[in-house]
């Protein structure tokens, strides 16, 4: 059975917390003019903090869609667990099947070896004995011939049931490893962005969380001045 298909988690993104109130209204406040930001300085502010929170939902989106599919993959390999159980007790069925052809073959080169003793000996021997010997060797071959026809129907019945169980697993094993790959590619690349996204989020926040701003510079911004 393949091992076990490593899945990486990634990092999840930091929630982003950024809202207008996060900019202090220098209104309210008496500050030297050099501490209030300059309007270009709040426009850059407010429109990195709304492209903070749309990279924010489409990171969760994606964090969300990894970790469906890592459960999916959970449920994928308890299937493939279960059809690995069916494989190996068809092995074990197909071993014993070899064994009791092997012991047949056995048992009908003891039965021609016999058989050719007593057609050797048939000229010189005569009386009720001979017939009792002769019917027993009949006997023994035609039960050698039934068991013979009953393992060829079962191995009949068993190879094609072996070969698409055989084949159907191995499909499926195949498809479960691409999308295990496609899954990691994709984690590591939320990884990346999630990294990205955190690194940006904490430069917002040293620029400009917590910077007062002139409450009219955010109306004009709003309205599109």
Same mark, same amino acid.
């Given at each position: =059975?393949?091992? =076990?298909?490593?899945?990486?988690?990634?990092? $999840?993104?930091?929630?982003?917390?950024?809202?207008?109130?996060?900019?202090?209204? %220098?209104?309210?406040?008496?500050? &030297?003019?050099?501490?209030?930001?300059?309007?270009?300085?709040?426009?850059?502010?407010?429109?990195?903090?709304?492209?903070?929170?749309?990279?924010?939902?489409? !990171?969760?989106?994606?964090?969300?869609?990894?970790?469906?599919?890592?459960?999916?993959?959970?449920?994928?390999?308890?299937?493939?667990?279960?059809?690995?159980?069916?494989?190996?007790?068809?092995?074990?069925?197909?071993?014993? !099947?070899?064994?009791? *052809?092997?012991?047949?073959?056995?048992?009908?080169? /003891?039965?021609?070896?016999? %058989?050719?003793?007593?057609?050797?000996?048939?000229?010189?021997?005569?009386?009720?004995?001979?017939?009792?010997?002769?019917?027993?060797?009949?006997?023994?071959?035609?039960?050698? /011939?039934?068991?013979?026809?009953?393992?060829?129907?079962?191995? *009949?019945?068993?190879? &094609?049931?072996?070969?698409?169980?055989?084949?159907?697993?191995?499909?499926?094993?195949?498809?479960?490893?691409? *999308? %295990?790959?496609?899954?990691?590619?994709?984690?590591?690349?939320?990884? $990346?962005?999630?990294?990205?996204? /955190?690194?940006?989020?904490?430069?917002?926040?040293?620029?400009?969380?917590?910077? &007062?701003?002139?409450?009219?510079?955010?109306?004009?911004?709003?309205?599109?001045?």
């Amino acid at each position: =059975m393949p091992g =076990m298909i490593r899945i990486e988690t990634g990092v $999840r993104p930091t929630m982003l917390s950024p809202q207008r109130r996060s900019l202090v209204n %220098a209104r309210t406040l008496t500050l &030297p003019p050099a501490l209030v930001q300059a309007r270009e300085q709040l426009r850059t502010c407010l429109d990195q903090q709304k492209t903070l929170g749309a990279r924010k939902t489409t !990171l969760q989106a994606e964090r969300d869609k990894l970790d469906g599919e890592r459960d999916q993959f959970e449920r994928d390999e308890a299937a493939l667990a279960a059809d690995r159980e069916a494989i190996d007790k068809l092995k074990a069925s197909a071993e014993d !099947l070899n064994r009791r *052809s092997q012991a047949l073959t056995q048992q009908i080169a /003891d039965y021609n070896e016999r %058989a050719s003793k007593f057609q050797a000996q048939g000229a010189s021997l005569s009386g009720p004995a001979v017939e009792r010997q002769q019917q027993a060797l009949e006997r023994d071959k035609a039960a050698l /011939d039934k068991r013979s026809k009953e393992l060829d129907a079962e191995r *009949s019945s068993f190879q &094609p049931k072996a070969e698409q169980l055989g084949k159907t697993y191995n499909e499926r094993v195949d498809q479960r490893n691409r *999308s %295990a790959d496609d899954w990691n590619a994709r984690s590591a690349q939320f990884k $990346r962005a999630s990294q990205a996204f /955190d690194a940006d989020l904490q430069d917002w926040r040293g620029d400009c969380e917590g910077r &007062p701003y002139r409450e009219d510079d955010e109306k004009a911004i709003l309205s599109g001045r």
